[in-house]
């Protein structure tokens, strides 16, 4: 188990980005995500990236994506993007027609991003907004028959922070969901929980078609990159049909808080939370460890 998350920010001076994670949940479930970054293609304001991720869920399917977007940047802190990406999900034959049918995706979509942040790893000022919808077709085969669905997925990220005193912060970050299918898989569920989600669960923990988590922190800063806080998240999960994913509960609400660091150090930003779940004693509370290195 564990998870390794690298990222290249400026290859060769050039500004080109690179980044890649590896996330293995246990000894059956592992995924592997690769992303680049191409700026100013062409000696014009258009940036481009390619993503690809997997998924191996234990015995049940492989979850393949690649996707592509262009970006236009239309002045420092607003740009417009389009993206296209293609999903494949290949079951087990023990899982084939059940739980997870075999199916292929390909969708297209348009975002806007905002970024006023004075620092995107440790702001302390400033706003971020970016909102992505992607429509598209997806093919399901259930053995000889081949069902075809319009799949939607709507995007939304937030974060602000705010200056209450000398070294003192408060952030907040909301994040928004939705998949809109007419044949949903468990395969195609958004995972939420985790030590970049919603602390005091276990990473990945519970799946929803609709999802919407908010973070809030006060922060401390005892160095320009480093800082103490207190954090309480909030998490809501939804799943209109959850029989077809095989999902006992159709709606939740999930709540986590705690302390935790986060200090520069000589190997990166070494992060550090203690965060109590709904139930939780502090026997059973999580310990989420983060480094992020930057080259």
Do not use: C
Not at 46 to 72: I, P, T, W
Not at 88 to 106: K, M, N
Not at 117 to 124: E, F, L, N, Q, S
Not at 239 to 260: C, F, N, R, W
Request: no cysteine.
């Amino acid at each position: 188990m564990g998870l390794v998350n690298l990222h290249f920010r400026n290859l060769f001076g050039t500004g080109r980005r690179l980044a890649a994670r590896w996330y293995r949940e246990n000894q059956f479930t592992q995924e592997i995500e690769l992303r680049y970054h191409e700026p100013w293609i062409a000696a014009f304001p258009v940036n481009g990236d390619f993503g690809f991720f997997q998924r191996k869920q234990d015995s049940s399917y492989v979850r393949r994506q690649y996707d592509l977007s262009a970006e236009l940047m239309l002045s420092e802190e607003f740009r417009v993007g389009v993206s296209l990406s293609q999903t494949e999900v290949i079951p087990s034959e023990r899982q084939a027609g059940h739980l997870v049918a075999e199916s292929q995706s390909t969708t297209v979509g348009g975002y806007v991003l905002y970024d006023s942040r004075d620092d995107a790893v440790t702001p302390t000022s400033g706003m971020f907004y970016r909102t992505e919808f992607q429509t598209g077709t997806k093919k399901r085969s259930l053995g000889t028959v081949t069902l075809s669905n319009t799949a939607q997925r709507f995007t939304v990220e937030m974060e602000y922070t705010l200056a209450l005193a000398q070294r003192h912060l408060f952030n907040a970050t909301l994040h928004a969901r939705e998949l809109r299918s007419g044949g949903l898989d468990i395969s195609d569920l958004y995972r939420l929980g985790g030590a970049t989600t919603l602390r005091g669960y276990r990473e990945g923990q519970f799946l929803g078609s609709r999802l919407v988590w908010t973070n809030l922190e006060y922060r401390i800063l005892v160095a320009p990159r480093s800082f103490f806080y207190l954090f309480s998240d909030v998490g809501y999960i939804s799943t209109p049909d959850p029989s077809v994913a095989g999902l006992a509960d159709s709606e939740q609400t999930k709540v986590g808080y705690g302390i935790g660091t986060r200090m520069d150090t000589a190997l990166g930003l070494l992060g550090v939370s203690i965060a109590l779940g709904q139930g939780d004693t502090f026997s059973t509370a999580k310990l989420h460890l983060r480094l992020v290195n930057e080259f």
